[in-house]
C-alpha cells in the first residue's frame, strides 16, 4: 500500500496565465497600466489642493506680517499696552495676540488712513484694541484708540471721544 502523497499548504502554485482579453483578468489588467495623476488617482488632486493652502496661508501671513510691522500697528500696540489702566485690568507683561485684521489705504499724505483690531493679553486676562490713524504731516497719528476687556465688556477709550463709542 502506498501512502498518499501529503498535500503542503505552503506549497507554491503557479497561477494560470490570464490574457487582457479573458474574462478573468483583472479589471486594472484589461484596461492597461495607467500613468502619472490618474495612477496616483485623487493624490495629485489632494497634492494640488494642499499646495493652493498653503499657498493661502502663506499670504495671510505676509499680509499679517506686513500690517503688524507698519507704524499704525507700533502706535496702537505701544498705546495700549502702555496704558496703566490695561496693565492694572490684564497684569504684566501685556502681549499681543497672533491675529490682526484692519485696512490701511494709501493716497497721498492727506488721505492715509488705517483701521486695525487685534488681541492683547496678560495673566489677568485679554482684551480687543481697534485702532483708527491718519497721516499728518507726514506721520501716523492715532485718531481713536479703544479697548475693550474680554472678561468684563468694560470700554477703554484710550484716544479720542468718549462718545463716539457707536461708531465701532
Known amino acids: 500500500m502506498n501512502p498518499e502523497p501529503q498535500h503542503d499548504p505552503l506549497a507554491f502554485k503557479e497561477a494560470p496565465a490570464l490574457s487582457p482579453a ?16 490618474l495612477k496616483l488617482g ?4 489632494c497634492v494640488g489642493c494642499a499646495v493652493i ?3 493661502l496661508a ?8 506686513w500690517v ?8 496702537a500696540l505701544a498705546g495700549a499696552t502702555g496704558d496703566p489702566g490695561v496693565r492694572e485690568r490684564l497684569g504684566e507683561p501685556v502681549k499681543p495676540g497672533l491675529l490682526v485684521e484692519g485696512s490701511m489705504s494709501y493716497g497721498n499724505e492727506d488721505t492715509d488712513k488705517a483701521e486695525i483690531s487685534f ?21 501716523w497719528v492715532l485718531t481713536d484708540l479703544r479697548v475693550v ?4 465688556g468694560e470700554l477703554l477709550v484710550l484716544v479720542g ?8
Open 42 to 45: 485623487g493624490g495629485c488632486a
Open 68 to 75: 503688524k510691522s507698519s507704524e499704525p500697528y507700533k502706535l
Open 119 to 139: 488681541s492683547i493679553s496678560g495673566p489677568k486676562g485679554s482684551a480687543d484694541v481697534t485702532a483708527h490713524a491718519t497721516m499728518t504731516g507726514g506721520a
Open 22 to 37: 479573458s474574462p478573468e483578468a483583472p479589471a486594472e489588467i484589461a484596461r492597461g497600466k495607467k500613468r502619472g495623476c
Open 53 to 55: 493652502v498653503v499657498g
Open 161 to 168: 471721544e468718549a462718545d463716539a463709542a457707536e461708531e465701532f
Open 58 to 65: 502663506g499670504l495671510i501671513l505676509a499680509v499679517m506680517a
Open 149 to 152: 476687556i474680554s472678561s468684563t
